[in-house]
Antibody, heavy 125, light 110 residues
Framework: EVQLLESGGGLVQPGRSLRLSCITS????????MTWVRQAPGKGLEWVGF??????????QYAASVEGRFTISRDDSKSIVYLQMNSLKSEDTAVYYC????????????????WGQGTLVTVSS | QSALTQPPSVSGSPGQSVTISCTGT?????????VSWYQQPPGTAPKLMIY???NRPSGVPFRFSGSKSGNTASLTISGLQAEDEADYYC??????????FGGGTKLTVL
C-alpha cells in the first residue's frame, strides 16, 4: 500500500525557515517523481514544485511564487522527499501536501496519484 | 502561468449528469494530454479521479469520465450521487515544465 506522511509544519515567523519532510512507503521511491502542492486556508490548490526521478537526474521545477526561496530534495535511500522553505512570507501559510506521480519515470510530471494528509505551515509574527 | 478557468459552482440532482469545464491555453491543456482531475470533500486531502485526460485510477467509479477538446478539458459525472458533493480541481502540465491548477468548482448535489 502506497503511503505518504508529511511532517515538519508549524508556526514560524516571517523571514524564517522551515523544512518539511514526506516519508513514503509501498513503492520504489527512486522511480517516481515527487511533487509538493499547497492549499491556503479556504483557497484552492497551488502547485509548488517537483523533483523528477533519478532517471531524469532528480531535476526540479518550481512555481514562480516560491522560486529562489524553496528547494525540493530527495533521499532515495530513505524514500523521503523534503521541502526546504526559506524567507517565509505570510502568503506561504497553507497546508502542504506531498504527492506522487501516477506512473514511474515521467518527464512531464503532474503528481497527484497519491497524497499525504498534509502538514499545516503558519507564517505569522 | 495563469490558473486554468473552472466554473465556481455546478449543481445537479441525484441521477443526473453534470459536466465541469477546465479552460486553458495551447501552452497547457491544449498542448499536452497531461490533464488531471481531483475530488476534495471538505477537510480531506484531494483524490485523483482522472489522469492523462481520460484515464481512471483503480477504484474510481465508471460514472466519472474525462475528455478534452482544444484548450478545454471536461469532467463528466453521470448518475450523480450525494457522495459526489465536493470541490473538484483540474490541473495540467505546461510548456514551462510546470503544473497549473484550476481555481476549483464546488459541486452541489441537490
Amino acid at each position: 500500500e502506497v503511503q505518504l506522511l508529511e511532517s515538519g509544519g508549524g508556526l514560524v515567523q516571517p523571514g524564517r525557515s522551515l523544512r518539511l519532510s514526506c516519508i513514503t512507503s509501498g513503492f520504489i521511491f527512486g522511480d517516481f517523481a515527487m511533487t509538493w502542492v499547497r492549499q491556503a486556508p479556504g483557497k484552492g490548490l497551488e502547485w509548488v514544485g517537483f523533483a523528477r526521478s533519478k532517471t531524469f537526474g532528480g531535476t526540479t521545477q518550481y512555481a514562480a511564487s516560491v522560486e529562489g526561496r524553496f528547494t525540493i530534495s530527495r533521499d532515495d535511500s530513505k524514500s523521503i522527499v523534503y521541502l526546504q522553505m526559506n524567507s517565509l512570507k505570510s502568503e506561504d501559510t497553507a497546508v502542504y501536501y506531498c504527492t506522487r506521480d501516477p506512473g514511474p519515470n515521467t518527464i512531464a510530471v503532474t503528481g497527484g496519484a497519491y497524497w499525504g494528509q498534509g502538514t499545516l505551515v503558519t507564517v505569522s509574527s | 502561468q495563469s490558473a486554468l478557468t473552472q466554473p465556481p459552482s455546478v449543481s445537479g440532482s441525484p441521477g443526473q449528469s453534470v459536466t465541469i469545464s477546465c479552460t486553458g491555453t495551447s501552452s497547457d491543456v491544449g498542448g499536452y494530454d497531461r490533464v488531471s482531475w481531483y475530488q476534495q470533500p471538505p477537510g480531506t486531502a484531494p483524490k485523483l479521479m482522472i489522469y492523462e485526460v481520460f484515464n481512471r485510477p483503480s477504484g474510481v467509479p465508471f460514472r466519472f469520465s474525462g475528455s478534452k477538446s482544444g484548450n478545454t478539458a471536461s469532467l463528466t459525472i453521470s448518475g450523480l450521487q450525494a457522495e459526489d458533493e465536493a470541490d473538484y480541481y483540474c490541473s495540467s502540465y505546461t510548456d514551462s515544465s510546470t503544473v497549473v491548477f484550476g481555481g476549483g468548482t464546488k459541486l452541489t448535489v441537490l
